[in-house]
């Protein structure tokens, strides 16, 4: 699900929509490795590969994405929508491991995203009843954009994340977008 903000010059994307396209080769890759019978809060190459597919699938889509307006990740951390990662993992579990992921990436990457108690479809619901709690929240939807700073996010801290987690698959190149996409429309 999208959200736009109009007057705010917003788009909220739904973090779980981004989920759903790599859900199942996540579940394939973790059968392949044999992990799905491990403890997934502990386990080190679960969570590389957690890194790995969320990483990839959310610059992926920012880069395949063609707004005009501000990207703003949205993530609900108090219910997940079908996913087939759910058979291997309690929805609490996960949701707490997916919460914690997008802190760091929030802190590594030049993405916008914001963690919420609220469905995107409910935060729907209370914009269009103008209910209070949905100017509360575009409020601090703003505020999380207008502080954005780009200059702060260098390539080095994600660098040394890559080579830790052994992602391979970031380089400079691979950012490049995502950075010249989030500078545009700050």
Same mark, same amino acid.
């Given at each position: ?6 007057? $705010? ?8 929509? &981004? ?11 973790? $059968? ?13 190459? @679960?969570?590389?590969?957690?890194? $790995? ?31 087939? &990662? ?10 707490? @491991? ?26 729907? $619901? ?20 207008? *502080? ?9 801290? @994600? ?18 977008? &995502?950075?010249? *996409? ?5």
């Amino acid at each position: 699900m999208k959200l736009q903000l109009v007057e $705010h010059n917003i788009t909220l994307i739904d973090f779980q929509d &981004i989920h759903k396209t790599y859900d199942c080769e996540l579940v394939d890759k973790l $059968h392949d490795l044999q992990l799905l019978d491990k403890n997934f809060k502990k386990n080190k190459d @679960i969570r590389k590969l957690l890194y $790995h597919f969320t990483i990839k699938g959310i610059v992926d889509y920012i880069n395949s994405t063609k707004f005009n307006t501000k990207l703003v990740l949205y993530f609900n951390n108090t219910q997940f929508y079908e996913s087939s &990662i759910l058979e291997y993992v309690h929805e609490d579990e996960y949701l707490d @491991i997916l919460t914690k992921l997008l802190i760091k990436i929030r802190n590594l990457l030049p993405i916008k995203i914001t963690i919420s108690y609220k469905s995107l479809s409910y935060f729907k $619901h209370l914009l269009d009843n103008n209910d209070g709690r949905a100017r509360s929240t575009c409020t601090k939807l703003y505020s999380i954009v207008s *502080k954005f700073n780009i200059e702060k996010f260098t390539f080095e801290k @994600i660098k040394k994340f890559a080579k830790m987690n052994d992602l391979i698959f970031l380089s400079n190149s691979y950012f490049e977008d &995502i950075k010249t *996409k989030q500078i545009v429309f700050r």
